[in-house]
């Protein structure tokens, strides 16, 4: 499995910035896809997920508004997009992937996503890409 973050960048306070995740080797279909940041001397932070089989999303407070998450499932991508961006948005940003429909035979299981992602909810991640935004 591997996810490429791409599209980060350095913008001025209350610019827009749009980052994709492109995935490869997993069921996407079967999949939830988020996006973390981490900035320096911070925790990761979840802002937001999406579960591919029918584009439900969740959002953090911290970015509700501002931030809207989409896929294309034909590219096996997921895009960030990003509003009104503030110095505090600065940080590396990550997707994550984990399975979220598991086919056992005629059974399947699915797990509904509720609030925003927890690391420790994500198997698969990718290298990051740095976001700097500039008051």
């Known amino acids: 499995v591997q996810l490429v973050e791409s599209g980060g960048g350095s913008v001025p306070a209350g610019g827009s910035l749009t980052l994709s995740c492109k995935t490869s080797?997993?069921?996407?279909?079967?999949?939830?896809i988020a996006w973390f940041r981490q900035a320096a001397g911070k925790e990761r932070e979840g802002l937001s997920s999406?579960?591919?089989?029918?584009?439900?999303?969740n959002y953090a407070d911290s970015v509700k508004g501002r931030f809207t998450m989409s896929s294309d499932n034909a590219k096996s991508t997921v895009y960030l997009q990003m509003h009104a961006l503030n110095p505090e948005d600065t940080a590396v940003y990550y997707c994550?992937?984990?399975?979220?429909?598991?086919?056992?035979?005629?059974?399947?299981?699915?797990?509904?996503?509720?609030?925003?992602?927890?690391?420790?909810?994500?198997?698969?991640w990718g290298q990051g890409t740095q976001v700097t935004v500039s008051s």
């Open positions: 080797g997993l069921t996407f279909g079967d999949s939830a």
């Open positions: 994550a992937a984990q399975t979220i429909i598991v086919r056992m035979g005629e059974n399947t299981q699915t797990t509904i996503l509720e609030g925003p992602p927890e690391p420790e909810e994500y198997d698969h």
């Open positions: 999406i579960s591919i089989i029918d584009g439900r999303t």
